[in-house]
């Protein structure tokens, strides 16, 4: 053989193995691109998979501290009545510690002298000559006492009436009947006087009412009176 022969002979030969070559590298780039693909998938479903329990755990601890400041919220909530309930009571412990001294004293008339009554029914009678109203529980516009604090106070209340006629008048509290001042003689004058502790809750009201068909005098000399001082808290 020739060396042109030869030479014909291995460029056949390169010709014929080319494709070949060609043929591997293509079904090798494949097989490389699959196996890159299933381990790019592979590498994604772990991160998925992890950031699935990465956000389990998150919201687990956000349920937690949603409950936590739940219980925190009513605990606050808690605290913040039983503050209101202590300042409450701090503020009436205060209150009745400012009103210490309760005490009045009054007469019927302010100025002149006449009589009052009768009438057909009870009236409250108000004592317009005031010598003393200490804590101002005493009202000489409505004639009412009212209690500032629960505690017992004392009352005396008296009646001057002259004439044939009946005299008579009645202690009330919050519209209960509790004593009663009552004279009734022909002729000259008559005086009367009573008196009673009672136990007042704040607010409560005393006052001294004019007996029906009866009648009351005052003076300057200040005959019928209505007086009352606290004794002590309760």
């Not at 004293?105 to 009052?116: R, W």
């Not at 009212?146 to 519209?175: C, K």
């Not at 001294?208 to 009648?215: H, T």
Request: proline share 2%; with cysteine; net charge negative.
């Amino acid at each position: 053989m020739t060396v042109i022969q030869q030479v014909s002979a291995d460029r056949m030969k390169i010709i014929m193995f080319f494709p070949i070559l060609l043929l591997v590298c293509s079904v090798s780039a494949d097989q490389t691109e699959t196996a890159v693909q299933q381990s790019n998938t592979q590498d994604i479903h772990a991160v998925l998979r992890e950031l699935t329990t990465s956000l389990a755990v998150q919201n687990e601890r956000i349920t937690v501290l949603q409950r936590e400041n739940q219980e925190q919220e009513a605990k606050l909530e808690t605290q913040k009545t039983e503050l209101q309930s202590q300042k409450t009571e701090i503020d009436q412990l205060k209150e009745q510690l400012q009103v210490k001294q309760v005490a009045f004293s009054a007469s019927l008339l302010d100025h002149g002298n006449g009589h009052t009554g009768p009438f057909n029914t009870q009236i409250t009678l108000i004592f317009k000559h005031v010598v003393t109203n200490i804590g101002n529980a005493y009202n000489p516009q409505t004639g009412i006492f009212t209690a500032p604090v629960r505690g017992v106070y004392h009352f005396d209340w008296s009646l001057y009436e002259h004439g044939n006629i009946a005299a008579g008048v009645v202690l009330f509290r919050n519209g209960e009947n509790i004593f009663i001042v009552y004279e009734h003689q022909p002729t000259g004058g008559v005086t009367a006087s009573n008196a009673a502790s009672l136990l007042l809750e704040v607010g409560d009201q005393v006052s001294v009412r004019l007996w029906a068909n009866s009648r009351v005098y005052d003076s300057e000399n200040h005959h019928t009176t209505f007086s009352g001082h606290l004794i002590f808290t309760m």
